[in-house]
C-alpha cells in the first residue's frame, strides 16, 4: 500500500504563492503517476496536475496552466505543485493522488490512493 503525506497549504491574498508538497511511501515501483485534484464546496472535484514519477510526463487543468508548476524529487518521491497568480477560485481543498489506474487522462479521478487534504484558501 502507497501512503501520501501532503504538505503547504495555507491562505494568501489574491495574485499570491504556495507550494504544496506530497511525499509517497510503501511504493512498489517508482514510476506511477502522481498528482494533485481539488475540491470547492458546490463544485465538482477537477484534476489540476499528474506526473508520471521518473518518467516526466506532465498533465495540467486548463484552468491553471501557465499558473502552477508540478515536479518531482527523484530522491525521496516527493512532488510539489508550485502555484503561483492564485486567485479565489483557486480555493479548495487539495488531494495529493497516486496510482492512476483509469483508462483515460490521469486528470481523471481513477487514482488507488488519496492524502487527507490541504486548505489553500485564496482571499479577495
Known amino acids: 500500500r502507497v501512503q501520501l503525506a501532503e504538505s503547504g497549504g495555507g491562505s494568501v491574498e489574491a495574485g499570491g504563492s504556495l507550494r504544496l508538497s506530497c511525499t509517497a511511501s510503501?511504493?512498489?515501483?517508482?514510476?506511477?503517476?502522481m498528482g494533485w485534484f481539488r475540491q470547492a464546496p458546490g463544485k465538482e472535484r477537477e484534476g489540476v496536475a499528474a506526473i508520471y514519477t521518473n518518467v516526466g510526463t506532465i498533465f495540467y487543468a486548463d484552468s491553471v496552466k501557465g499558473r502552477f508548476t508540478i515536479s518531482q524529487d527523484n530522491a525521496d518521491m516527493t512532488v510539489y505543485l508550485q502555484m503561483n497568480s492564485l486567485k479565489p477560485e483557486d480555493t479548495a481543498i487539495y488531494y495529493c493522488?497516486?496510482?492512476?489506474?483509469?483508462?483515460?487522462?490521469?486528470?481523471?479521478?481513477?487514482?488507488?490512493?488519496w492524502g487527507h487534504g490541504t486548505q489553500v484558501t485564496v482571499s479577495s
Open positions: 510503501g511504493y512498489s515501483d517508482r514510476r506511477m503517476y
Open positions: 493522488v497516486a496510482d492512476f489506474s483509469g483508462m483515460g487522462s490521469p486528470l481523471e479521478s481513477e487514482y488507488n490512493y
